[in-house]
C-alpha cells in the first residue's frame, strides 16, 4: 500500500471545499444528501466545516458485486427521511469514477422535487468517465489507480484509514 494523500492533505483538500460551497450557496439553507457508505467520513467532516443551514440525509448506492469487479447499481432513497422539496440539495460522494453512481442517483433525487440539485465529490479518477457529467465540486484529482482509506474500501477493508493509499495487486490477495 502506497500512500497517495496525507491525513493534513485531505484536510486542507476539505477546508477548500467547505469555502467554495459556502461561496456557492452564500448563506442559503442546503439539504447535504451523503451517499453511503464511502462518504461518511467526508460527510462528517465537511458538515462541521459549513457556516450555512443545513439539513443531513442519506442514500445507499452500491454496486451489486463481489468487491472487485461492477455490478449493477442499487440504489435505495427510502433512507431519505425529510421533504427536500423546493430546497438546495447537494449530493456528496466519495470518488467519481465511472461517473453511474451519480448519473443514476441525480435523476432520482430530482423526482423528490429539490430546486437545484449540485454535486461533491472528495476525488475524482482522471479519465475515467464515459459519460457527459462532471461532479460541480471536486477535492481532489487522482490517477486511475484503485484507492482506499478515508471511508473508501477494498472488501470492506480499509475505511478508517486517516489517508488515502493506492493498493497494489498484493494487497488484493487472500482478503476475503
Excluded at 66 to 81: A, E, F, H, K, Q
Excluded at 122 to 140: A, E, N, S, T, V
Amino acid at each position: 500500500m502506497k500512500t497517495l494523500l496525507t491525513e493534513d492533505q485531505l484536510k486542507q483538500g476539505i477546508v477548500q471545499l467547505a469555502e467554495k460551497i459556502q461561496a456557492h450557496y452564500q448563506g442559503k439553507p442546503l439539504t447535504i444528501v451523503g451517499v453511503m457508505i464511502g462518504s461518511v467520513v467526508l460527510l462528517a467532516d465537511l458538515i462541521r466545516l459549513l457556516k450555512i443551514p443545513l439539513r443531513v440525509e442519506l442514500v445507499q448506492a452500491r454496486s451489486d458485486h463481489n468487491g472487485t469487479r461492477p455490478g449493477p447499481m442499487v440504489i435505495n432513497t427510502d433512507l431519505i427521511s425529510g421533504n427536500i422539496q423546493g430546497r438546495d440539495v447537494l449530493l456528496i460522494d466519495d470518488i467519481f469514477d465511472t461517473g453511474h453512481t451519480l448519473w443514476e442517483l441525480i435523476p432520482q433525487i430530482d423526482e423528490l422535487g429539490p430546486s437545484s440539485i449540485r454535486t461533491a465529490v472528495l476525488l475524482r479518477k482522471i479519465g475515467q468517465c464515459k459519460l457527459d457529467l462532471k461532479p460541480d465540486f471536486i477535492c481532489f484529482d487522482i490517477p486511475n489507480a484503485f484507492v482506499v482509506g478515508y471511508g473508501l474500501d477494498y472488501l470492506d477493508l480499509y475505511r478508517n484509514l486517516r489517508y488515502i493509499a493506492v493498493l497494489e495487486p498484493s494487497d488484493m490477495k487472500d482478503k476475503k
